[in-house]
């Protein structure tokens, strides 16, 4: 039977952390009352101009020197023609031929370079409601800024291209351009899949999925995708280009439109626009502005801090994360690595059976700092550690910070002085007398059962390094 490779290109769309929309001053906002975020220009009304948003165009720079593109000294808006109830011009404006950025690329977390073909300006269109009273429209998101990331066909199965849409989300957050939120559609993902017989230099036939709000669906999407592409053609059917729905709940793709049925844009350029030229030395001073982006945070992270591979990437993955994670360590960068892998296993696991959200976590990195600081320093047993956790992040009166401190005082002190210990250990010994004949014997692996004895005999709040101090000094280790 012929293997087979998939061919993948993503395009995706993201919208720019603006005040206000791209060609008026409206407020960009989730929410309100329909309707209420409008004026001539959003509406679409006869004769109203409009005025290029200096922001937008920041920010999609930023988005390109992020992304390694070329910046266009000069580009074009142009008119992207179509009828839509939610598209009350009767066209959408957009970059067609000449784009704010070409040619760049995302190096993936395995070294997998995947390049970039552009980054145009658009505008977004309205929102249509269904209901049972029939169908509404809203106005608000009309104009709202987005860049749409065009990438080239370079992936090639749905994990490269979950690895690509997570490096370029958390450069366009670490960057400021976009909040990088899947659910809320402030980052829009569409993905081309095609399939080709291992081997083969020409591309098969594709299709466009739309409607993926997380990263699970696109994995999801584009694995089933593939899967149908493939038995296709093994039963001696052809892939016939065309734009998919993503359906969640059934776990398939499902056909919206055929190519036949796809529109002819009749792209212009927009009249109402001049063309946009970008200042070199203004340039430049975008590029000199640049922070450290995830690729680089996570290097240093591994050469500078001592953090393995995966830990690093978990970290710089979210980059509030990463920045609430660089200003708690900074004072204790010896700490830096327990403390990572502290987060990512016993707070995650917290993090996610509650309802935390992650400015509270930030905000309570010094706290949560300190209780790593303990465990790792004996203060506290791993028990004591679990049930401090579980009683912080459980405690809704308080917030993080001062639920930490509170469960801290509740947890109490360890017992870790030999006056304390050794009773209870001595009980032990007694107890297992033949456990005894084989560590002394050699077996000294059995140290690990002879410390959980003291520390159940102790309620769990003992310190197990002073167990085993005591326990070699008494057996000789
Ligand atoms: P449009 O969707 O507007 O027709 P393009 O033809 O330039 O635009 O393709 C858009 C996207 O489709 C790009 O992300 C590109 O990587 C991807 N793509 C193009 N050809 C294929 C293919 N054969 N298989 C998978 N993806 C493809
Ligand atoms: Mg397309
Ligand atoms: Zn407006």
Redesign the pocket.
Known sequence: MTSFEA?????VHAQLLTASKIFCSCAVSVGGEPNTRTCPVCLGLPGALPVLNAEVVRLAVRAGLGTGCAIQPTSVFARKNYFYPDLPKGYQITQAELPICLDGQLTLDDGKVARI?RIHLEEDAGKSIHGDSGTRVDLNRAGTPLVEI?????LRSADEAVAYLRELRGILVTLGVCDGNMEEGSLRCDA???VRPLGQDA????V?IKNMNSFRSVRDAIGYEIDRQVGLIADGARVVQETRLWNMDLARTESMRSKEEAADYRYFPDPDLPPLHLDPAWLAAQRADLPELPAARKARYQQALALDARTAAWLVEEPARAVAFDQAVAEAPALAAPFAAFLMTQVQAQLQRSARPWPELAAAMPALLATCGKWRGGQLSNKMLTELLQAAFADPARTLADALAHAAAQAGAVVSDDGALEPVLDGVLAQFPAEVAKYQAGQRQLTGFFVGQVMRALGGKADAKAITALLARKLGG
């Open positions: 061919v993948i290109g993503l395009e073909q065009v990438g080239h066909p370079d081309n899949v095609s591309f098969g036939t594709r466009e």
